[in-house]
């Protein structure tokens, strides 16, 4: 299985590890292929992702992708966060294996998750703006 140089750097050097003490929206996911876990925190301030920091006990992909895709959303408001596809976080990584396509999907679904409890926590209903959340709603999970 051949990693690229970016998946590489990002996981020797994985960027935003971590939990964010003053975070007010978190999300967590499993990933129903392999069972590996993924915790995101996010600082939301008028909309837009101040700061992120995520946990895994995911493998070097999990840790790669979410390293890339904190670093994608930070600065970003909301509605761009949830634009973030595992496509785009994969492209960003210059690919990643078939095999660890499912591995992407915990970043991009833990982001959702997490901005969804960020509604939440402010009584709205977050599924007509985040839409549901599945732990493996992509086709390549299911290889
Ligand atoms: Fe579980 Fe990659 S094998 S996240």
Do not use: W
Not at 12 to 18: F, I, L, Y
Not at 66 to 87: F, H, R, V
Not at 134 to 140: G, I, K, L, Q, S
């Amino acid at each position: 299985m051949e990693y690229s140089e970016k998946v590489m750097e990002h996981f020797a050097n994985p960027h935003n590890v971590g939990k964010l003490d003053d975070a007010n929206a978190i999300g967590e996911i499993g990933n129903a292929k392999c069972g590996d876990i993924m915790k995101m925190y996010l600082k939301i301030e008028n909309d837009i992702i101040v700061d992120a920091k995520f946990n895994t006990y995911g493998c070097a992909s999990a840790i790669a992708t979410s390293s890339i895709a904190t670093d994608m959303i930070i600065g970003q408001p909301i509605s761009e966060a949830l634009k973030l596809t595992n496509k785009a976080v994969v492209e960003a990584l210059d690919g990643l294996p078939a095999v660890k396509i499912h591995c992407s999907v915990l970043a991009e679904q833990a982001i959702k998750a997490a901005i969804a409890d960020y509604y939440k926590r402010q009584g709205i209903d977050p599924e007509p703006i985040v839409g549901k959340i599945d732990d493996c709603e992509d086709d390549h999970c299911h290889m």
